[in-house]
């Protein structure tokens, strides 16, 4: 645990989950910008009502606890991470109200705090659902890393909030400070948006943060072809789901299978729930579940478990979740359940799952992906 040090105070603050032996902060210098900003600037007064959009672990929220805050977010893991630092902190949880990405924030609220997220059409999403209740009087401060502020992003704020410019840089750090402009006309958000499933009549619904919403990506459209059928398969799970398209999909090949769906991200669970309901009726069981992976999932209850591991969490890159969900894996399987994977070839996948269940099957390969196969012994 580590500790942040800002002028509204010292904070422990932990990722979540959390990880034996973390070398990442819960906290990024946008973070350390912003809440500096707020104090040096004297922005947040005491009469100060908050909604703090996108907060990675509870930084921000933790700093601010003492006024009201309404916390913003997609991930599910954000949430349990803000709960679990107000603990650590002995923060009073009364003035905290956290709310889904799938939910709308209602009220009024003198100040908008926006942690720029990686996905530009999550950011455009809300904005656009801000516009119902922000007001001229309204202080709109968002924070990023410069990598992830580009003229793009700052298109959106002059499009959906008014006259926009930023700050100076300072450790890769930056702020964007948006005047509200009343006479700019709402707009309905595009999101969620809709395609075709290429070959099939399925209508695929995809909310603003899943990936590769607008097409079939080409490593799902590869695991796709080689999803399995079999009687063996009664309780099957789509785990990191996105969209839902290897659950449908094995659903469709193993018709008296119950489907699991689990994902981090709200609007993931929310776009695979309507993807399924729509494409396969309100008669096919299937559960839902947004969480920490398997953490939640009971041992030895699954006969298959399909996973396209992201490699990724917020902007940190590696290998760890996909780890986690292969370990977890191992696990919530049967004796002779399976677990199949894609990833990218580089990746080296097959290394992992034969150290964890002692054999791994390549099903398939192509140039950039690989198809691979472990079973629990």
């Known amino acids: 645990m580590e500790m942040l040090q800002v002028p509204q105070g010292t904070f422990k603050l932990d990722r979540y989950p959390l990880r034996k032996k973390e070398l990442l902060r819960a906290w990024d210098a946008a973070d350390e910008y912003l809440l500096n900003y707020l104090a040096e600037g004297k922005i947040v007064d005491e009469n100060a009502s908050l909604l703090i959009i996108n907060d990675g672990f509870g930084a921000l929220a933790s700093s601010l606890a003492i006024y009201p805050i309404t916390s913003w977010t997609d991930s599910w893991n954000a949430q349990q991470a803000t709960l679990q630092n107000f603990q650590n902190n002995k923060l009073p949880?009364?003035?905290?109200?956290?709310?889904?990405?799938?939910?709308?924030?209602?009220?009024?609220?003198?100040?908008?705090?926006?942690?720029?997220?990686?996905?530009?059409?999550?950011?455009?999403?809300?904005?656009?659902?801000?516009?119902?209740?922000?007001?001229?009087?309204?202080?709109?401060?968002?924070?990023?890393?410069?990598?992830?502020?580009?003229?793009?992003?700052?298109?959106l704020f002059e499009k959906y909030i008014g006259s926009t410019k930023t700050s100076l840089a300072k450790k890769k750090a930056r702020l964007i400070f948006s005047r509200v402009d009343k006479s700019i006309t709402a707009e309905k958000s595009p999101y969620p948006a809709s395609y075709l499933l290429e070959g099939t009549d399925y209508k695929i619904i995809n909310h603003a943060n899943v990936f590769s919403r607008g097409s079939l990506d080409i490593g799902t459209r590869f695991f796709l072809q080689h999803i399995p059928s079999n009687e063996k398969y009664s309780q099957i799970i789509d785990l990191g789901c996105g969209n839902g398209l290897l659950g449908l999909i094995a659903a469709e090949k193993n018709p008296s299978a119950e489907i699991t769906f689990i994902d981090e991200s709200f609007m993931a669970i929310t776009s695979a729930k309507e993807n399924f309901s729509y494409n396969m009726g309100a008669n096919r069981k299937a559960h839902f579940q947004a969480g920490d992976c398997l953490t939640a999932v009971i041992k030895e209850s699954a006969d298959l478990i399909l996973n396209n591991p992201p490699f990724h969490q917020h902007n940190a890159v590696?290998?760890?979740?996909?780890?986690?969900?292969?370990?977890?894996?191992?696990v919530v399987l049967k004796k002779g359940g399976e677990l199949w994977v894609i990833g990218n070839r580089h990746l080296g996948y097959h290394v992992k799952l034969k150290k964890l269940f002692g054999n791994c099957e390549l099903i398939a390969t192509n140039k950039k992906f690989v198809v691979l196969k472990a079973v629990n012994k």
């Open 93 to 155: 949880a009364t003035n905290l109200s956290i709310i889904k990405s799938i939910e709308s924030p209602e009220g009024e609220y003198s100040i908008i705090l926006i942690k720029i997220p990686k996905s530009l059409a999550l950011l455009e999403d809300q904005l656009i659902r801000i516009q119902a209740f922000i007001t001229s009087a309204t202080t709109i401060v968002a924070a990023g890393m410069v990598k992830s502020i580009h003229t793009s992003t700052l298109d």
């Open 318 to 330: 590696g290998d760890d979740i996909a780890w986690r969900m292969f370990k977890q894996s191992k």
